[in-house]
């Protein structure tokens, strides 16, 4: 997949800061209809689907796998939360964003920090493993034992990056403040506080709606969602032509324009996305709320090709997986091999 670069040269990465801060306020009404419009079919789905589910599992699955696309939407809109580009109001973003993490299963204080440390390292080889997907270099990887190639190429396979990764982030990881975040208080109130609603929500939905209620509607519309998630997070970064780099040749904007990617999804796709494709202009100036994204490309048509891919051009990444420092490209574990045979 040949991702299409264009020729921006004639504005750095770091002068198009200036030029998207007039796209960051954003709109409480818009806001508000925006967080509406996800959470109330949401609702409206699950009771839908509970009151299917004992007369039909299956119709009641279905539902559910639908309900996924919107409760992917309120990760989205909690991570706009996360940025404080939702409200104004930075105290009401955090709080709706608290709320909508007991949907997402996600401590939100937790979340918002190893999310910033993403943005604030993103393409950085000397400083990775924090809210990003392990990615290593040739040298890197060839370095390793055999067994811990192994495990590298367990933790690249698509079933498991997709699969149970998914699973096992937002059913156990996401419970504790792992890492980094062991260490600070507040991680540990917002990972046990978001843990407690957890439990009493979902022994409601057990009183309330048996297990059926719980295997047919909650469980499928939470894993689709995350491996629906954590493939969009994976392709915003993990693309042929994307930018890593180490000190101190890494530069910030740099890194944000060009090893972000514009995934040009269908409409509705980029709806239940809450336009998280256009990952290069969020990176670039993250405290733009996500429904004002077209606009910036709507304006600047220089920003619409850089790194862009479609639907179908995307799915060759999920085979890319090591960096080749000389070519400067993302490449598969096959190329790997020819080039360093060759």
Known sequence: MNVEIPNTSAM???DWVQVLAKYREPNSLRSSFELAVSFIPFVTLWVAACLVAPHSYLAAFLISAVNGGFLLRLFCIQHDCGHGSFFNNRSVSDW??????????????VWRRSHSIHHS???DLDHRGIGDVMTLTIEEYHQRTAFGRFLYRAYRHPLVMFGVGPTYLFFLQ??????????ARTYWISAMSTNAAIALALSAIVYFGGWQALFLVFLPSTLIAASVGVWLFYVQHQFETTQWDTRPDWQLHEAALHGSSHYDLPPILRWFTANIGI??????YSRIPFYRLPEV????????????MTLLQSLKCASL????????TLVSFATAKKLAAG
Do not use: F, Q
């Open 174 to 183: 996401n419970r504790l403040p792992l890492g980094p975040m062991s260490k």
């Open 96 to 109: 709706v964003g608290r709320a909508l993490g007991i949907v997402t299963l996600t401590p939100y204080d």
């Open 12 to 14: 750095a990465a770091r």
């Open 121 to 123: 390292h993103a393409g």
């Open 297 to 308: 490309l709507r304006d600047h048509e220089e920003l619409v090709d850089c790194s862009r």
């Open 321 to 328: 997986n090591l960096w080749d420092e000389k070519s400067r």
């Open 279 to 284: 990952h290069h202009v969020h990176h670039l």
